[in-house]
């Protein structure tokens, strides 16, 4: 299983990017697939999640109404829109494939992480 992130960079606060994660060696139509982020110096803050069959997705509290998941099947590709970006997002952000169809599953296979810088 590879997960490639790519879509990174800076941008200003209130500034947009997509990431996206080009998945192979799995189906991404076959299970929950998730970002998660880590600010320099913090941990790992789960930020959103879609099911495998992509009609349910969830966000982290301090994300939700900006961010937006979603999944293309076709290209076997998830995508992450990040909207009015803050500097405090500053962070590596990883895709990562869930162990089962269910959101919040555990992890069983990361990405690399794409950087997002946030600053003016």
């Known amino acids: 299983v590879q997960l490639v992130e790519s879509g990174g960079g800076w941008v200003q606060p209130g500034g947009s990017l997509r990431l996206s994660c080009a998945a192979s060696?799995?189906?991404?139509?076959?299970?929950?697939m998730s970002w998660v982020r880590q600010a320099p110096g913090k941990g790992l803050e789960w930020v959103a999640g879609?099911?495998?069959?992509?009609?349910?997705?969830d966000y982290g509290d301090s994300v939700r109404g900006r961010f937006t998941l979603s999944k293309d099947n076709a290209r076997n590709t998830l995508y992450l829109q990040l909207n009015s970006l803050k500097p405090g997002e500053t962070a590596v952000y990883f895709c990562?494939?869930?162990?089962?169809?269910?959101?919040?599953?555990?992890?069983?296979?990361w990405g690399k992480g794409a950087l997002v810088t946030v600053s003016s």
């Open positions: 879609i099911g495998a069959s992509g009609g349910s997705t």
């Open positions: 990562a494939k869930g162990g089962s169809n269910w959101i919040h599953a555990a992890v069983d296979y």
């Open positions: 060696g799995v189906t991404v139509s076959s299970y929950a």
